[in-house]
């Protein structure tokens, strides 16, 4: 599976980016879906995360601020970011888990997108 995100940029404290990810290849083996994130000097953190049936989970630093939603007939993930605060500011990384029967997979990762968040 390959994922490539898209959307990152500048924006001022307070306001609003949307993250794309698009997937291709094997699709049909992709079940859970993620966005993570890293800041220079730390560790990569789960962002939130959405299932196949669309239940989701969200860190703690951006409950009601993020929202991450999917479209599995046009494979694709997506993360609304509102209320963008300078600790925002990272390398946001899309990620897809595949199905246990799919044994030729291993969890896939895109390339990142930065997000800057200046106050």
């Known amino acids: 599976v390959q994922l490539v995100e898209s959307g990152g940029g500048l924006v001022q404290a307070g306001g609003s980016l949307r993250l794309s990810c698009a997937a291709s290849g094997d699709t049909i083996c992709i079940t859970a879906m993620g966005w993570y994130r890293q800041a220079p000097g730390k560790e990569r953190e789960l962002v939130a995360d959405?299932?196949?049936?669309?239940?989701?989970n969200y860190a703690d630093s951006v409950k009601g601020r993020f929202t991450i939603s999917r479209d599995n007939a046009r494979n694709r993930l997506y993360l609304q970011m509102n209320s963008l605060k300078p600790e925002d500011t990272a390398v946001y990384y899309c990620?897809?888990?595949?199905?246990?029967?799919?044994?030729?997979?291993?969890?896939?990762w895109g390339q990142g997108t930065q997000v800057t968040v200046s106050s």
């Open positions: 990620s897809a888990d595949p199905l246990p029967t799919c044994t030729w997979l291993s969890g896939s």
């Open positions: 959405i299932t196949m049936r669309g239940n989701t």
